[in-house]
């Protein structure tokens, strides 16, 4: 499956969070992708269901998650209701002890959906 649009879940008390998303808003300008960061903390509008959330950050193909197992928790929360791939990275809370990992797609992969095929 190829990816259109990326909504973007950031844990923004972390630096190494935020820096992680700057990137990926620049990796997507490169390539086309459009980039809508989701925020799920925001005081100032109500907490929204998974397929809301989706639907406000123009219904992604992928929910990327930058910060711990609270801000993974949430994005995959948008992406089965929205029936999006998911990926999370766990950012350290410091630049002295880094510790990120790739978390697996909430769908299985398949040969298809590796080669961009449909």
Same mark, same amino acid.
């Given at each position: 499956?190829?990816?259109?649009?990326?909504? +973007? !879940? $950031?844990?923004? @008390?972390?630096?190494?969070?935020?820096?992680?998303? /700057?990137?990926?808003?620049?990796? #997507?300008? %490169?390539?086309?992708?459009?980039?809508?960061?989701?925020?799920?903390?925001?005081?100032?509008?109500?907490?929204?269901?998974?397929?809301?959330?989706?639907?406000?950050?123009?219904?992604?193909? +992928? !929910? $990327?998650?930058? @910060?711990?197992?609270?801000?993974?928790?949430?994005? /995959?929360?948008?992406?089965?209701? #929205?029936? %999006?791939?998911?990926?999370?990275?766990?950012?350290?809370?410091?630049?002295?002890?880094?510790?990120?990992?790739?978390?697996?797609?909430?769908?299985?992969?398949?040969?298809?959906?590796?080669?961009?095929?449909?």
């Amino acid at each position: 499956m190829p990816v259109r649009r990326i909504g +973007l !879940v $950031v844990h923004q @008390g972390r630096e190494t969070a935020r820096d992680a998303a /700057a990137a990926v808003h620049a990796w #997507s300008v %490169a390539h086309g992708v459009r980039c809508t960061e989701i925020d799920v903390w925001a005081k100032d509008h109500h907490r929204r269901a998974g397929r809301e959330e989706a639907e406000a950050a123009g219904n992604p193909d +992928l !929910v $990327v998650t930058l @910060g711990g197992d609270g801000t993974f928790l949430r994005g /995959a929360r948008i992406a089965v209701k #929205s029936g %999006a791939e998911v990926l999370g990275v766990d950012s350290a809370r410091s630049a002295s002890s880094p510790r990120s990992r790739p978390v697996t797609s909430t769908r299985p992969s398949t040969p298809s959906t590796r080669s961009g095929r449909s």
